[in-house]
């Protein structure tokens, strides 16, 4: 496989893991807005664990699964105040998470402040994929449980849902938990295959695009982040080769244009996203099976 | 026979202005009553009330020996009461075998109750007996489709069958034949029939007289807020109090 | 003396805050919806009037280049989110949609700049550099003193618009119930590119007084002062002008100040810690209004 195959590769298994993590509190009908604050404080733990010179030399193991757990915690206890909020709030509010997070670490000397921080040790992309469809795994198990029932009740009507014993704020909060376990594992990872964190490169526009690929993708199947981070890492790569081989210069130049046209159109088009339930029916659907006769244990779709 | 629901001088009013004014009526166990009254009455008030979306002012409400007034609205489905609502609100991105497994939603308490994957595995508790819900009330051809794109009327009775995944006692039914043609509605007084003989007790609001005539023995009668009738289905009809209530409204729908 | 002069700086930059303030606040307060552009819009303006007064253009042709292209750009906007969406599926506030359209147009926008500029920061040759006086110690920079006036006083128009003229009622009606604006005879779908015009607006003239008084222009200017923008915008509570003016100036001043005590990199912390506490314990901020950006998403 060509280096850039791999390169390209990397950067899609953990686009894949950042989409999930911020699908699930989504398909709860939470939108993130700080996916960024995750992958900071994943990437900074794990690397610290990780460092045999200035943190603990734990071996990547312990130090990747510790950090996910440790941004875990702090998704869980910032869950509480951040879900009081509702809509333009909660979008702002986990904005505002996000840049606390950048500038705390931004201060802090022992991970390298502003100068960034480097990782110990290097994983390959060998280790990253079998992590990757883990993750997407869980997700599909995630969403098929009575908790996804939930969590989709929730997103399409909370006060009902509510109605028939569903515990909001709980679904919520461990949505939005294991939302964090996977942003943190995200960052633990990145730290692993680039061997170099910098809090600069988890700005705004990284929050933005994570929040793009759910969006874009879909919320109401699990199969949404996949394809979201599967069209966001291609399809500029695919714009680049489209201006390389047409010799067409200006399609490559203005990808991310384009990219950003192509995203105003797919709302036009599909405004809840690729992969919807009645596009998922449409896909899978057997013969149609319409006769009062059918035997009751027919299993689609469920 | 004793009664199911209680309500003893129920009141609510909204920026001062009373809408339920000490309210009280005995819903008996098994039977099948009706509330109504013309519009602005209080009807889906008095249902509101009783699911907990809003707080009473003042009264008590008792369900089943339990005085449900200060529960908060996710566990009264606990003491055996869930509802239907006026405008339908399924879930519409769910299929409708999953909108009937949310009825099944607070029966789930274990972990692995909680995690078990449901939707993958489809021979398990949950996904047959929601089935076999849906066969029961003629409605397994549905039950893989996202309902938001199934017939109204097919959506209202897919709406009483998660009201019924819960086993409840008392089943509040908040118009559930508006909107529907004469077969529709007929289809959905069959369902209930069923329910009913089941021994599940059935408060409808509604305004089809004749649905409530066919359906019901009970008629409770509201008017701006206050109890003025309570009887059977026969006698509502001759009440002068609900003739006048009617009156400006339109007489017929009670003669 | 010192804290004086930051003080004055502080005000002159929250200056620039407060008009983007104001385009976010009226885009959430009359149609319940973030609008992403709006960064892209200052950024625009700026850019071409750095560009053409760079070009030898007198200064004034660059901004009023620049102001005609912003809005235009604005009602582009409108006409692929909101109106697009609303006519789709009615109250588009009930959707992410106008939320994901407005921030394709700044990856639009942002990268279109990039292809014809590059990333690199600019500078702007001022014509009115050394323009300032100084009382008491105290300088004055005379451009900076004007974007003050000037903002301050076109909130004040704005606001004096909102409440006494026809067309301010319209629009206030469609903030408090777009259904029954309709209903009361306001044509919605004549009224909603006003506010975008106003965004538009707004934006550029901010774009082109921050050129101004900063001399300074990249590509990513936008980011950095909505997101200061959106802080003010909290803390006055969503969907209120004058808490937008006294948002952006308190950014403002808080925002040099740190860096005079604390150094540049501390500053976030602070500030959107305060935001955090905001939305959470007080969503109305200072002056803002309980309804306002509840709906979902």
């Not at chain 2, 051809?141 to 309902?147: F, H, I, L």
């Amino acid at each position: 496989m060509s280096a850039y195959l791999t390169g390209l590769i990397v950067i899609l298994c953990l686009n894949i893991i950042i989409a999930y993590s911020v699908f699930l509190p989504a398909a709860a009908g939470q939108l993130n807005l700080g996916a960024a604050g995750f992958m900071i404080i994943g990437a900074y733990m794990d690397a610290y664990l990780n460092s045999a010179d200035d943190g603990l030399g734990l071996p990547m193991l312990l130090s990747v699964p510790a950090a996910a757990l440790f941004t875990a915690l702090i998704g869980f206890l910032v869950s509480f105040p951040i879900l009081r909020t509702r809509g333009v709030y909660m979008i702002l509010a986990t904005f505002a998470f996000a840049e606390i997070v950048a500038g705390i670490v931004l201060n802090m000397e022992v991970v390298g402040g502003a100068s960034g921080f480097p990782v110990s040790s290097h994983a390959e992309l060998e280790d990253l994929l079998p992590v990757t469809i883990g993750v997407v795994l869980f997700g599909f198990y995630l969403i098929s449980t009575r908790f996804g029932l939930a969590m989709r009740s929730i997103h399409d009507d909370e006060s009902v849902a509510i109605l028939f014993g569903v515990n909001a704020r709980h679904i919520q909060v461990g949505a939005f938990t294991i939302g964090a376990f996977l942003g943190g594992l995200a960052g633990a990872l990145y730290g692993h295959q680039f061997d170099y964190i910098e809090v600069q490169n988890w700005g705004i526009l990284f929050s933005i695009f994570v929040l793009l690929y759910v969006l874009i993708g879909g919320t109401q199947t699990p199969w949404g982040p996949l394809i979201g981070a599967l069209f966001f890492t291609f399809v500029p790569e695919l714009l680049r080769a489209v201006g390389d081989a047409t010799g067409w210069e200006l399609i490559g130049e203005l990808r991310f244009a384009v990219f950003g046209a192509i995203i105003v159109g797919m709302m036009v088009l599909r405004p809840e996203g690729i992969m919807t339930r009645t596009f998922l029916e449409l896909l899978f659907r057997k013969v149609p099976q319409r006769s009062p006769q059918n035997p009751p244990n027919n299993m689609e779709g469920v | 026979m004793s009664a199911v629901l209680t309500l003893s001088s129920v009141t609510k009013s909204f920026g001062g202005l009373a809408v339920i004014d000490d309210v009280s009526f005995d819903i008996e166990q098994g039977s099948r009553s009706a509330l109504i009254g013309p519009n602005g009455a209080g009807k889906t008030t008095i249902f509101n009330l009783l699911s907990g979306i809003y707080e009473v002012n003042g009264g008590q409400m008792i369900l089943d020996g339990v005085d449900i007034t200060d529960i908060p609205s996710r566990d009264r489905i606990n003491f055996g009461m869930s509802r239907s609502f006026q405008n339908i609100r399924l879930m519409p991105h769910l299929s409708t075998v999953e909108n009937v497994m949310l009825g099944q939603h607070h029966l789930a308490t274990s972990f692995k109750d909680i995690f078990y994957p449901i939707g993958f595995r489809p021979k398990n508790k949950w996904a047959e007996q929601a089935r076999a819900a849906l066969s029961d009330a003629g409605l397994d051809t549905y039950s893989g489709q996202v309902v938001s794109e199934l017939p109204y009327g097919v959506q209202k009775r897919i709406e009483v069958v998660r009201a019924l995944m819960s086993d409840p006692k008392l089943l509040l039914l908040d118009e559930p034949a508006a909107g529907l043609n004469a077969a529709e509605t007929s289809e959905l007084q069959t369902l209930l029939e069923k329910v009913s003989a089941s021994g599940t007790t059935l408060l409808v609001v509604e305004h089809d007289m004749n649905f409530v005539r066919n359906l019901c023995q009970h008629v409770v009668v509201l008017n701006f807020g206050r109890k003025i009738f309570e009887g059977t289905t026969d006698e509502v009809g001759k009440d002068p109090q609900v003739l006048e209530a009617y009156l400006g409204g339109d007489a017929s729908d009670v003669a | 003396m010192l804290i004086a002069q930051q003080i004055i700086n502080g005000l002159m930059l929250g200056s620039v805050y407060v008009m983007v303030a104001v385009a976010f606040t009226l885009t959430i307060g009359m149609l319940n919806f973030l609008n992403f552009t709006i960064p892209a819009l200052f950024m625009v303006a700026a850019m071409i009037t750095w560009a053409t007064t760079a070009a030898g253009f007198h200064w004034l042709v660059g901004s009023s280049l620049g102001m005609a292209v912003a809005i235009i750009a604005s009602l582009i906007i409108e006409r692929f989110t909101y109106r697009y969406m609303k006519a789709k599926y009615g109250d588009a506030t009930e959707h992410a949609l106008p939320l994901v359209s407005s921030l394709g147009f700044l990856i639009i926008f942002e990268h279109v700049v990039i292809m014809i500029w590059g990333t690199d920061p600019m500078s702007f040759n001022s014509p009115f550099a050394h323009a300032q006086f100084s009382i008491a110690g105290l300088i004055f920079g005379i451009p900076q003193l004007i974007s003050l006036a000037l903002s301050v006083a076109l909130v004040f128009a704005l606001s004096l618009l909102l409440k006494k003229t026809r067309l301010g009622r319209a629009l206030r009606s469609i903030a408090e119930k777009p259904d029954t604006a309709t209903l009361m005879g306001v044509d919605v779908g004549r009224i909603v590119p006003v506010v975008f015009m106003m965004t538009g607006f707004l934006c550029a003239l901010a774009g082109i007084l921050f050129t101004i008084n900063y001399k300074n222009v990249s590509p990513y200017i936008g980011d950095h002062v909505a997101t200061n923008a959106i802080a003010g915008m909290v803390i006055g509570g969503l969907g209120n002008i004058w808490g937008a003016i006294a948002g952006g100036l308190i950014i403002g001043m808080v925002e040099v100040l740190s860096i005079h005590f604390w150094g540049a990199e501390i500053i976030k912390v602070p500030v959107w810690g305060l935001m955090l506490l905001i939305l959470v314990f007080r969503p109305t901020g200072l002056f803002g209004h309980t309804r306002i950006g509840k709906g979902k998403f």
